[in-house]
């Protein structure tokens, strides 16, 4: 006897089931020809039936009605959804099974305007709510909070209560307190969604609370939602700043290294080298020789690209480093005047010579793949590409620092920059250590051509952009000293990324420069001098 009561609960819970099931199965149909029919206004209605009903074929459905992909066959009235162009590939709306092919004059497309696309982006979010994908649900998250719809508070509280990802879990609360405050909570609901809002204070946080500020009646909500968005503005104000200092930082990692060689060798030798950003194009060149050759020849290796450039370039524009300081440099010692003319002609000639090997236009030069992207930290937008950036020129600028003080060839180096009369007397060779120091800060310059290659265009007149700059950091910083050179370019980026919103690129510049006259009247060796009885 009780078996039979067990398999006649069992039975009636089955045929319930079931009963659900074919009456979802019949209310879909209807629901999606409903967004086929009447008026916008009609259609707005008919997409929130859609999104209350909870089926899983209600988001792809929607999404399609909202990309301009819903469609209704001629032939047989069916709602269609068709991608592609031309000959579109169509599939069922309702059960998602293909559907054969059909051009646009086969179709009548299910219009929307701009208000039903928001509508339409809500509905969406509200659905995915309870995706298994936690990037979807922190999608739907997101797009609530920029619009949010008052429908979906429930969904929220049940996606709210569900959540075990902390951080979705927050993003969840966001964008219900952004719901409060567009539906007709009570005054103690809005305050507490005012304060989450305040707290989330990004810039779509200023937008939520400015829509509050604009559409709340009541005084005690309206100031507590100005005194928010204030808030908020401070902010975005400190973050604005702090991502200006990035931007310094990023700025100034890229005028170290096209100015690190500047400064070994105008430090050392006195020599105003007018082709120095000839060689960090020598550089970039290289960077794209290679990266063609590995395209062409091992397409594999493409993200190892960067790190066979590194030496290649700094050996090629060493290389000619050397050859311009034992075929041009070492007969112009002690003439200053006449070393800046002939690096400038010299600056011309390999212009020239890369132009003709390969081309005037612009070269591509591809970024591997743990450089591409960004991530926030906070509101500070950070690009690995710019990170990375910053980091090679630090291990460039502490290589260099280790040669200089534990090599040989650094300690050569430093007695001839302090005295060089005394060094060729204690029986250094100075013009071979001239040489290699000309070598150095060339082959230097060739490895920031690596990384410039990275964030600018590689051309003839690539070089020609930061050669000033760099004069403008060695001199700041203090001739031939490297850590002046660090906290000189550091310095100038920082400086030059806080007057450009104010005075632009080209005034910014001028200004800086400018600065750099009057601060060179005051302290002329710049902001750390070198000591020794030849600079003194």
Known sequence: ???????????????????????????????????????????????????????????????????????????????????????????????????????????????????????????????????????????????????????????????????????????????????????????????????????????????????AINSQSDPEVKAAATAAAASVRQTLAAWEAAQNVWYGISLGSVLLLAAIGLAITFGTMGVINMAHGEMVMLGAYTTFVVQDIIRTSAPHLFDASLVIALPLAFVVAGAVGIAIERGIIRFLYG????????????SLVLQQAVRSIFGPSNREVGAPSFMSGAFQVGQITVTYGRLWIVVFSLLVFVTLILVLRKTPLGLYMRAVTQNRPMASAMGIRTPRVDALTFGLGSGIAGLAGVALSQIDNVSPNLGQGYIIDSFMVVVFGGVGNLFGTLVGATALGIVNKFLEPYAGAVLGKILVLVFIILFIQRRPRGLFALKGRSVE
């Open 1 to 211: 006897m009780l078996f039979l009561r067990l398999l006649a609960g069992v039975s009636s819970a089955l045929a319930a089931v079931l009963i659900t099931a074919t009456a979802w199965a019949a209310d879909l149909p209807a629901l999606v020809n409903n967004l086929t029919i009447g008026g916008f206004g009609d259609r707005e209605t008919a997409i929130g039936a859609l999104a209350a009903s909870g089926d899983a074929r209600a988001a792809p459905i929607l999404e399609a009605l909202g990309a301009g992909q819903l469609y209704v066959r001629k032939s047989d009235n069916a709602v269609v959804i068709g991608k592609g162009s031309g000959t579109l590939t169509l599939e069922d709306a309702i059960t998602g099974k293909p559907a054969g092919t059909g051009s646009e004059g086969e179709l009548d497309r299910v219009r929307v305007n701009n208000r039903l696309r928001g509508v339409i982006e809500a509905a969406v979010g509200s659905l995915t709510l309870m995706s298994p994908d936690a990037r979807v649900r922190r999608g739907a998250a997101d797009s609530l909070f920029k619009r949010p719809d008052p429908a979906a508070l429930t969904a929220l509280d049940t996606a709210i209560a569900a959540e075990k990802d902390p951080r979705i879990k927050t993003a969840f609360q966001e964008a219900r307190a952004a719901v409060v405050l567009a539906s007709d909570a009570s005054k103690p609901d809005k305050l507490a969604a005012l304060e989450v809002v305040r707290e989330k204070g990004n810039r779509d946080a200023l937008s939520v609370l400015q829509a």
């Open 335 to 346: 003439r200053p005047l006449d070393t800046l003319l002939a690096t400038w002609g010299l």
